[in-house]
């Protein structure tokens, strides 16, 4: 089975994941305490009113009829209203969603490019005073909540240093004229770079400690093989090992990290927001949630577990195409 | 060849691993010759100290091991050069190669080796044909098409068949015998002077390894490599081997031609080791194996190492050490087919022909008193599967 033909089982595979998630993510809403009639209505309303909205939105019909619907209009990207912000659910994620993202996606690249290349000198000084030092920080970044960091940053560089902004992110995209100061893109850029620095450093942290103590004990177990002893008897260099017998072998369990650590990356993505006041899915949520709008907080549930599907797939194939075993052994 | 300098000489090679229950004397003073061409095999339990030996050589021994004494010549340059310093340390001689010069000049090309385990020894994520074009570009002075040239050319030539296919695949598509092929088409194909084969078939099937050893053999005469050849086998050395070392606890205990090795055994280790070997030629009730398991070489016994096993021990054996040297004349007074020829001219007429000179390291063939020495007492360890090897034994008789 080739490479495609595995890219394309691996993404039908994730149409009845995601089918699970809708459905979880729906009946608990379905199952949870409150009703949303009642609180577009507020306090004491008519059963005439009632009965209204409930035709209105279909309320009156069984569970798994709603349920259905929710699923049809879902794949024409209709989420329904917000009850709280008066506006489609999808608008509100499109608007949110790329926040997030940028979020996620500055604080990863931050992890994997400080975290293989501490892994792999870890590794190669194994048991010198360098492999002493990034355990120890490797060690202190997991057990630190990402939040604290974020208020350390804060208070450190933001407030007592004052050379880092903490709220009011600049958007890369966001137009030239809206940005004090800022004559072009590339200033735009560079004042989001400055704004992403400090929520990158928060949420990353706990990703890079865990993907230093990966890279490090999986480049230790690879450099052990008999294949990096063989590439040695045959004259190859060690840097040479490093680079290109090792590397790749040792990637497999970061990727398989890298996956995993999507979900906990999406909740550190909450607090983080919360913190530094970003408007991205994270907040959203939470809003959602303290005010019962029901329609936003299964949208926003969807799409985090969506984000987590994809993420997954990325991971599989991925993995599929640094170790050629992968895609053969399925075929078996 | 018997004038000029040998290939390889091994002297008096000893390497530890500093371990926390204490030092590992895994080769304990070995010393062997290589001629050009030469198969020359390297015998002995597990934990003998064979494949240490052979990846000393190289300098391929990782931590915790280390190289302590001793030197290794190849065509006249020092790969291992050990001395001791004024205040006793350990250290690498002026002559000795850097591992600059190692990498380069030595590992792979001039000397290469073959691992034991093929299923470990390539490397998962690149294909076949890619990591032996690497080597060969790496240690020929070709460029990357004719390394791929000759890369197929060796895989055809170890009989993998549709090389240019199989080229391009990977290692996991191919079977453990198939993967061995190509870690021999990979030695070869780099052109050394010298193989080191590291217990090559052990983890193949008998069939395969009869493939393979006939492989080598027409391998070896076309391109005229020398051999190292590593194996607990006695019936792959007598396949293939021109000369022997038969390794006990880290140290060479006999040192013969193979034909003198098989026909003129002296050591009671190898005469147990061979008698422990079904042979077609020979009907016997049950095989006779060797009693007791080899002790550890953190503290090796005292005089000859191998007493606490020996059929033919006495107390001499536990307090001096044997010398590894000719056997003198008329001390084997349970040697076998002596043909009367003083076995120290013997030695020296085969050194003359180029031929191993028979060695054994043994007090029965020393004047230290064997003959009026007591017979010792089986010791505790070898007690319980020495009576039974006794008890087998009455049982034949019968």
């Known amino acids: ?332 | 060849m018997s004038q000029s300098e040998p290939l390889l000489r091994v002297e008096n090679l000893k390497t530890q691993f500093f371990t926390e229950e204490g030092t590992v004397r895994a080769v304990d003073g070995v010393s062997f010759e290589v001629g050009e061409g030469e198969l020359v095999g390297l015998v002995g339990e597990s934990g003998a100290g064979k494949s240490v030996a052979a990846q000393s050589i190289m300098r391929l021994v990782e931590e915790p091991g280390r190289i302590v004494d001793g030197t290794v010549t190849y065509k006249g340059r020092t790969l291992v050069d050990i001395e001791r310093g004024p205040d006793g340390d350990l250290r690498e001689s002026e002559a000795m190669l850097s591992r600059r010069e190692m990498r380069t000049d030595i590992r792979g090309t001039e000397i290469a080796i073959i691992f034991q385990d093929p299923m470990e020894s390539l490397n998962p994520v690149f294909t076949v044909g890619g990591q032996v074009r690497e080597f060969i570009e790496l240690n020929r002075d070709v460029s990357g098409a004719e390394a791929e040239e000759i890369a197929i050319d060796m895989l055809r030539e170890v009989g993998i068949p549709e090389p240019v296919k199989r080229y391009d695949e990977y290692p996991h598509q191919f079977s453990g015998g198939m993967r061995q092929r190509v870690l021999i088409a990979m030695a070869l194909a780099c052109e050394p002077s010298l193989i080191i084969a590291d217990e090559p078939t052990t983890a193949l099937d008998v069939t395969v390894e009869g493939q393979i050893l006939d492989l080598v053999d027409d391998l070896q005469e076309k391109y005229d490599t020398a051999f190292v050849w590593v194996t607990h086998d006695m019936g792959v050395v007598a396949e293939i081997c021109d000369s022997v070392n038969v390794m006990y606890l880290g140290e060479v205990i006999e040192q013969a031609d193979v034909d003198d090795l098989f026909h003129d055994t002296k050591h009671p280790y190898t005469r147990a080791l061979l008698r422990s070997i079904p042979r077609p030629d020979r009907t016997v009730e049950s095989l006779d194996p060797i009693g007791g398991v080899m002790p550890e070489a953190i503290n090796p016994p005292s005089g000859c190492r191998f007493h606490t096993r020996c059929p033919d021990a006495r107390e001499v054996c536990r307090e001096v050490h044997p010398t590894h040297a000719p056997p003198e004349e008329g001390a084997d007074a349970a040697g076998a087919g002596n043909d009367g020829a003083r076995p120290a001219d013997a030695a020296r007429a085969a050194e003359a022909d180029g031929r191993q000179p028979h060695l054994v390291s043994c007090v029965k063939y020393e004047s230290v008193g064997y003959e009026h020495s007591e017979s010792l007492e089986a010791e505790a360890t070898g007690a319980f599967a020495g009576g039974l090897a006794e008890m087998r034994g009455g049982e034949r008789d019968e």
């Open chain 1, 1 to 332: 089975m080739g490479r495609a033909q595995y890219t394309i089982r691996r993404i039908l595979q994730a149409v009845p994941v995601l089918l699970g998630v809708a459905a979880i993510t729906y009946f608990l809403m379905e199952a949870m305490p409150g009703d949303p009639v009642s609180i577009m209505l507020g306090p004491s309303p008519s059963a005439a009113q009632a009965e209204a909205i409930r035709a209105k939105y279909g309320l009156n019909r069984p569970v798994w009829v709603r349920f259905l619907n929710y699923l049809i209009d879902a794949v024409r990207l209709d989420l329904g209203q917000s009850i709280y912000y008066k506006v489609p659910v999808t608008r509100k994620i499109a608007e949110r969603l790329p926040v997030t993202l940028l979020l996620l996606a500055s604080s990863f690249t931050f992890a994997i490019l400080t975290a293989v290349p501490l892994g792999i000198i870890s590794a190669k000084r194994r048991n010198k005073p360098t492999d002493h030092v990034s355990r120890v920080v490797a060690l202190l970044g997991v057990s630190t909540p990402s939040f604290w960091i974020g208020l350390m940053l804060i208070i450190v560089f933001a407030y007592r240093l004052d050379v880092l902004p903490a709220t009011n992110l600049i958007l890369p995209w966001a137009p030239v004229g809206s940005v004090d100061g800022a004559d072009s893109r590339v200033d735009v850029l560079a004042a989001a770079g400055r704004h992403l620095l400090l929520p990158t450093l928060s949420l990353g942290t706990l990703q890079m400690a865990a993907l230093t103590r990966i890279e490090r004990s999986s480049m230790l177990e690879v450099l052990g093989q008999e294949y990096v002893k063989l590439a040695r008897a045959y004259g190859v260099s060690e840097f040479t090992i490093l680079r290109k017998h090792a590397f790749r072998n040792a990637q497999l369990p970061l990727i398989t990290l890298l996956g995993l650590q999507l979900t906990s990356a999406i909740g550190g993505a909450v607090l983080t927001e919360t913190v530094f006041s970003i408007n991205g899915m994270g907040r959203l949520i939470i809003t959602a949630i303290n005010n019962q709008d029901f329609a936003l907080v299964t949208g926003t549930t969807l799409v985090f577990g969506f984000v987590f599907v994809v993420g997954v797939i990325v991971t599989d194939l991925s993995y599929a195409y640094v170790d050629p075993r992968v895609t053969f052994e399925e075929a078996e």
